[in-house]
């Protein structure tokens, strides 16, 4: 699909950070969750969010839609830039960009009926009358998968699988403009994840739907994403297209994710290198590359300078001073 010149949802240097408590001294402690997180997502595509835990692709996705605040930088909705205070531009931004949360059952209110769950968005943002709720609710049921008797029933009544495609029926109901998918697979049996992640193919190209996807499932990322953007710590460390990141990834963090994906061969399931030592704490992060700890090829220098984001090639971005293709030129193993 030709891209636009402007991206639909855009971030410049993005920062939340949560308050936790006052130390000894009286000062101020923070969490600095996003880090400093510029991210551009065209109309048409899927930009996936990867991660471990922790690494802060979820708070990030939340910042998107306005349920965690942005301490700094800037967001934006078709080249606009968006503000909770001014409340025309900030309703335009929630009604055009909706979320799939990762638990499906928790997500949905158990007081209320599906026709109800899918029809409040209708409802607050005024966008069809009480005589039309019923008939966009019965057809968003139709278009994921469900029969249209499921209206009057429960969340409880329904499987995992089932109430996650309620989630994407209520998130499709305002006709929004994007989608941000936070881990909407992680809660569900295996055997229904490829289903998931075809109906949101599908609905994609029905809708003309773009999505950000956070997720820390590779495999599911290399099948739905077009772009890839890898975090760690609350930074983005690296990003490209996705076929470029999974064949010549440049981050050691990005090459230990993808040896985590499981692989098939010769009769047996094996699966690739893990990363080593836990992930440090945002509240007191390492010094110079966050990574460095963890880095099977760090040197002095990873210890004591942040590396500078910078292009390998047109659309592939690294923050490291070393990257893969160097360190394999200079003779040495990642």
């Known amino acids: 699909m030709p891209r636009s010149n402007t991206p639909i949802l855009s971030t410049s240097e993005l920062s939340v950070r949560f308050a936790l408590r006052k130390t000894w001294l009286g000062n101020n402690q923070y969490l600095h969750a996003v880090q400093k997180v510029s991210i551009q997502l065209f109309e048409g595509e899927t930009l996936a969010i990867v ?24 967001l934006k909705y078709q080249g606009q830039t968006i503000d909770p205070l001014q409340n025309q531009a900030f309703s335009e931004l929630r009604r055009n960009v909706q979320m799939v949360f990762q638990d499906p059952f928790g997500s949905l209110d158990p007081r209320l009926s599906v026709q109800e769950i899918i029809a409040e968005p209708l409802q607050i943002h005024g966008t069809h009358s009480k005589a039309l709720q019923k008939t966009r609710v019965a057809d968003l049921l139709t278009q994921v998968g469900l029969p249209v008797e499921a209206a ?10 089932q109430r996650q495609r309620i989630a994407i029926a209520r ?56 772009r890839v953007a890898v975090m760690y710590l609350g930074r983005v460390i690296e990003s490209a297209p996705v076929d470029q990141l999974f064949e010549s990834p440049a981050h050691p963090y990005t090459l230990a994710l993808l040896q985590s994906v499981p692989k098939i061969g010769k009769g047996k399931r094996t699966v690739g290198g893990s990363l080593k030592g836990d992930q440090p704490s945002p509240i007191n992060p390492p010094k110079g590359c966050t990574f460095h700890p963890r880095c099977p090829v760090a040197q002095e220098k990873c210890k004591l300078e942040v590396p500078i984001d910078r292009n390998l090639s047109t659309e592939h971005r690294i923050a490291c001073h070393f990257p893969i293709q160097v360190v394999r030129s200079a003779g040495a193993t990642v």
């Open 51 to 74: 991660g471990e835990s922790g690494s802060g692709k979820t708070s990030f996705a939340r910042a998107l839609i306005g349920l965690n605040a942005v301490w700094q930088g800037e």
């Open 152 to 161: 009057n029933r429960y969340p409880h009544q329904f499987s995992g699988g």
């Open 171 to 226: 998130a499709l109901a305002p006709q929004p403009k994007v989608i941000i998918a936070d881990e909407p697979l992680s809660a569900l049996d295996v055997s229904i994840q490829s289903q998931v992640m075809n109906l949101m193919k599908s609905l994609q190209t029905t809708h003309g739907l773009s999505y950000i996807l956070v997720s820390h499932d590779m495999a599911a990322v290399h099948h739905l994403a077009d």
